[in-house]
C-alpha cells in the first residue's frame, strides 16, 4: 500500500509546525443534493504535538474567525505596506486593479496580413492613436484588458466594454507573447502591466475580435480609419459590452464587481 503521507521538519528559519486546519466536506456521490453539497463545509483548527520528534494532529475546536484573524496577521507581516494611488480599485495578494483615463498613446502596429483597402497600417508602423479608458485585473494566472464607456473611475456596478487592443482575446485575457509576465502584484508594477499592453506591436487581430466592434470593416479597419483621419478620440460608442461569448446576445451586462468575484475565485 502505498506511503501517502507528509513529513515535516523545521526550517532553517526556526519555524515549527504548531497547529493544522483539516477542511471536511461531502462525501463525492453521497446523499446531499448539489445545494447542499455547496454550502456543506466544516474547518477544525488542531494543535500538533511532537513527540520523539514525530509531529501528530492533536483533537481541534472549530475554525473560528478570530484563528483565521490571526493566521492572516502573521502570514502578512512579510508584506510591505503601499500608499495606493487614486487609479487602483483592488489591491489583494492575489489580485491587482486598476483603471486609466483615455489618453492618445503611441501605436504599435506591424499587421502580418494586412487587409486589401487600408490606407495607412499597412505596413510596420508607430503612430499616436487613440485609446477609451481602460481597466487591468492582474491576478496569478494574467491579466485581464477590458474598455470602460466613461472617462471616469469605475465603480462595482460600471459595465464593461471588449477593448479594442488587438492583443487581446475575446475573453479579455492579454497575450503575452514573448512579453516577460511581471511576477509581483504591487503598484510598482502597474507600469510594467501597461506597457505588455500598449508599447508591444499588433501583428494580427485575436479569433473573434472582429466581433467586439459595431458598424463595418472590423477592428483593425477601424483602426486604421482612426490612423487616416489622425483622431484624437476613441470612438466609444463603437465597442461592444464585454462579453467572453460574443457570438450571443449577453443576459446582462458583466460589470466591474461581477469580473472581480469571478477572479476571485
Not at 501528530?56 to 505596506?81: D, F, K, M, S, Y
Amino acid at each position: 500500500m502505498a506511503n501517502h503521507s507528509t513529513q515535516f521538519e523545521p526550517t532553517a528559519g526556526g519555524l515549527v509546525l504548531t497547529n493544522a486546519i483539516l477542511l471536511y466536506q461531502p462525501e463525492k456521490g453521497g446523499a446531499y443534493s448539489p445545494q447542499q453539497a455547496a454550502g456543506a463545509a466544516f474547518a477544525s483548527m488542531h494543535k500538533v504535538e511532537h513527540n520523539d520528534g514525530q509531529p501528530t494532529i492533536a483533537a481541534g475546536v472549530p475554525l473560528t474567525r478570530a484563528h483565521l484573524r490571526q493566521w492572516n496577521e502573521a502570514l502578512g507581516r512579510n508584506v510591505a505596506p503601499e500608499i495606493l494611488p487614486g487609479n487602483v480599485l483592488v489591491s489583494h495578494p492575489d489580485m491587482l486593479a486598476w483603471w486609466v483615463p483615455e489618453k492618445v498613446r503611441p501605436s504599435y502596429f506591424a499587421l502580418s496580413r494586412p487587409p486589401a483597402g487600408l490606407k495607412v497600417l499597412t505596413e510596420r508602423t508607430t503612430l499616436p492613436l487613440p485609446y477609451p479608458a481602460h481597466l487591468f485585473i492582474a491576478t496569478r494566472r494574467g491579466l485581464g484588458v477590458y474598455a470602460l464607456r466613461e472617462n471616469q473611475r469605475p465603480t462595482a456596478a460600471t459595465p464593461l466594454l471588449h477593448s479594442p487592443v488587438l492583443n487581446v482575446f475575446i475573453d479579455g485575457a492579454l497575450c503575452w507573447g514573448n512579453i516577460a509576465q511581471p511576477k509581483a502584484l504591487t503598484v510598482a508594477s502597474i507600469p510594467a502591466y501597461e506597457r505588455a499592453v500598449f508599447d508591444s506591436w499588433s501583428t494580427h487581430p485575436n479569433p473573434g475580435q472582429e466581433l467586439t466592434v459595431s458598424g463595418k470593416g472590423g477592428l483593425v479597419r477601424l483602426w486604421d480609419e482612426l490612423a487616416a483621419k489622425g483622431a484624437k478620440r476613441f470612438p466609444v460608442k463603437r465597442l461592444k459590452p464585454f462579453d467572453p461569448n460574443v457570438r450571443r446576445n449577453a443576459v446582462e451586462p458583466i460589470t466591474l464587481g461581477k469580473l472581480v468575484g469571478r477572479a476571485a475565485r
